[in-house]
C-alpha cells in the first residue's frame, strides 16, 4: 500500500520564517555561483507535481461561509490541467478541462474564465492516468460510485477520474450569487438550480477524497461537467451512460495553500460538517 503523504504549503505573506529560509537558500547558491529555481512562485503557487492534489482554500472556509478568494485562472492553470472549484460569492461552478479554466453560470452555460475572474475554492491536479477501465450499464450516481470503487487499492487516497464520451443522461447544478455572504453553504446548496440533458458529448473530470481529509477537499465523488462544444456544464448530481471508457489516477499528496484574504485570515473556523455538506450536494 502506497503511503500517504500530506504535503501542507502554507503560503503567508508575513512569513518570517519564510524570508529568512529564502535569504539563507539565497546565500547558499551564491556561494556555488548559479541561481536556484525557487519551490513556489511569487504567489506562493506549487509547480506541477506528479501525484499531487493542489488544493486553494480549505473545504471547511466555504463551510464557515467565506466565499471570497484570491486566485485567478492563470494561478491555476500553473497547477493542474484538470479541476473543478467555484467562483468569489458562489457564483456558478469551475471545472478546468485540458488546462484552460471555464465558468459555468446558473444555467449551466459556458464561458473561458477571464483574468480578473477570482475563486474560494479551487481542486488542480496535473492529470497523469495511470490506469484506463471499462465501465458498462451505469443508471445512476451510485452506480458510477459503486463502479469506481472496485477500481481503487487505498481506502484512505485520492483518486482522480477523467470520463469521456456519450453520456445517456446527465443531471447537473449550479447557481446564482450568494446576495447574504453570511448564509451557510447547506442554505445556498438549497438554492441551487438543477437542469438535465440526454445524449450529451462531453468530458467529466473529478475526484475522490477519503472522509479524513473532508476538512481539506470536499469529500467523497465530486465531478464537473463540460460539453465538446463548450455550450454546457455542472456540477454531476445523477448520470447514466451504456459503456465508456474511464482514466484513473491515484494520488498521493496534497499541496494546501491558504487564502489571503482578510475574511479568512481573521475567522474563527469551525469544523465537521464536510460529510454532511458533500451529502447534501450530491442529492442524498
Same mark, same amino acid.
Given at each position: 500500500?502506497?503511503?500517504?503523504?500530506?504535503?501542507?504549503?502554507?503560503?503567508?505573506?508575513?512569513?518570517?520564517?519564510?524570508?529568512?529560509?529564502?535569504?539563507?537558500?539565497?546565500?547558499?547558491?551564491?556561494?556555488?555561483?548559479?541561481?536556484?529555481?525557487?519551490?513556489?512562485?511569487?504567489?506562493?503557487?506549487?509547480?506541477?507535481?506528479?501525484?499531487?492534489?493542489?488544493?486553494?482554500?480549505?473545504?471547511?472556509?466555504?463551510l464557515n461561509s467565506i466565499y471570497e478568494g484570491n486566485i485567478t485562472p492563470q494561478q491555476m492553470v500553473q497547477?493542474?490541467?484538470?479541476?473543478?472549484?467555484?467562483?468569489?460569492?458562489?457564483?456558478?461552478?469551475?471545472?478546468?478541462?485540458?488546462?484552460?479554466?471555464?465558468?459555468?453560470?446558473?444555467?449551466?452555460?459556458?464561458?473561458?474564465?477571464?483574468?480578473?475572474?477570482?475563486?474560494?475554492?479551487?481542486?488542480?491536479?496535473?492529470?497523469?492516468?495511470?490506469?484506463?477501465?471499462?465501465?458498462?450499464?451505469?443508471?445512476?450516481? @451510485?452506480?458510477?460510485?459503486?463502479? #469506481?470503487?472496485? !477500481?481503487?487499492?487505498?481506502?484512505?487516497?485520492?483518486?482522480?477520474?477523467? /470520463? =469521456? *464520451?456519450?453520456?445517456?443522461?446527465?443531471?447537473?447544478?449550479?447557481?446564482?450569487?450568494? @446576495?447574504?455572504?453570511?448564509?451557510? #453553504?447547506?442554505? !445556498?446548496?438549497?438554492?441551487?438550480?438543477?437542469?438535465?440533458?440526454?445524449? /450529451? =458529448? *462531453?468530458?467529466?473530470?473529478?475526484?475522490?477524497?477519503?472522509d479524513y481529509l473532508g476538512n481539506i477537499v470536499i469529500p467523497g465523488m465530486h465531478f464537473h461537467f463540460l460539453?465538446?462544444?463548450?455550450?454546457?456544464?455542472?456540477?454531476?448530481?445523477?448520470?447514466?451512460?451504456?459503456?465508456?471508457?474511464?482514466?484513473?489516477?491515484?494520488?498521493?499528496?496534497?499541496?494546501?495553500?491558504?487564502?489571503?484574504?482578510?475574511?479568512?485570515?481573521?475567522?474563527?473556523?469551525?469544523?465537521?460538517?464536510?460529510?454532511?455538506?458533500?451529502?447534501?450536494?450530491?442529492?442524498?
Open positions: 500500500m502506497k503511503k500517504l503523504i500530506l504535503l501542507f504549503s502554507l503560503a503567508l505573506l508575513a512569513s518570517c520564517g519564510n524570508e529568512t529560509k529564502k535569504e539563507a537558500t539565497s546565500t547558499s547558491e551564491e556561494g556555488h555561483g548559479h541561481s536556484h529555481s525557487q519551490v513556489t512562485d511569487e504567489h506562493g503557487l506549487a509547480p506541477h507535481t506528479e501525484n499531487t492534489i493542489h488544493q486553494y482554500a480549505p473545504t471547511v472556509a466555504l497547477q493542474g490541467n484538470i479541476g473543478i472549484g467555484t467562483v468569489n460569492h458562489l457564483a456558478g461552478e469551475l471545472v478546468a478541462v485540458d488546462g484552460v479554466v471555464y465558468t459555468i453560470d446558473a444555467e449551466g452555460g459556458i464561458a473561458e474564465a477571464p483574468e480578473d475572474l477570482e475563486s474560494p475554492n479551487m481542486t488542480m491536479i496535473n492529470f497523469q492516468p495511470k490506469q484506463t477501465v471499462t465501465v458498462e450499464n451505469i443508471e445512476s450516481y @451510485e452506480d458510477l460510485t459503486r463502479e #469506481l470503487q472496485k !477500481y481503487s487499492t487505498s481506502k484512505n487516497s485520492f483518486y482522480a477520474y477523467r /470520463i =469521456k *464520451g456519450e453520456f445517456k443522461h446527465l443531471k447537473m447544478a449550479s447557481a446564482h450569487k450568494v @446576495e447574504n455572504e453570511d448564509v451557510s #453553504l447547506f442554505e !445556498y446548496l438549497d438554492t441551487r438550480v438543477m437542469y438535465t440533458r440526454d445524449n /450529451i =458529448k *462531453g468530458t467529466l473530470v473529478g475526484l475522490f477524497t477519503p460539453s465538446d462544444d463548450i455550450k454546457l456544464g455542472g456540477h454531476l448530481e445523477d448520470i447514466k451512460f451504456d459503456k465508456l471508457s474511464i482514466e484513473i489516477q491515484e494520488v498521493n499528496q496534497v499541496n494546501l495553500q491558504l487564502p489571503e484574504t482578510e475574511k479568512f485570515r481573521n475567522k474563527d473556523l469551525k469544523q465537521g460538517a464536510a460529510p454532511k455538506a458533500t451529502a447534501k450536494q450530491n442529492g442524498k
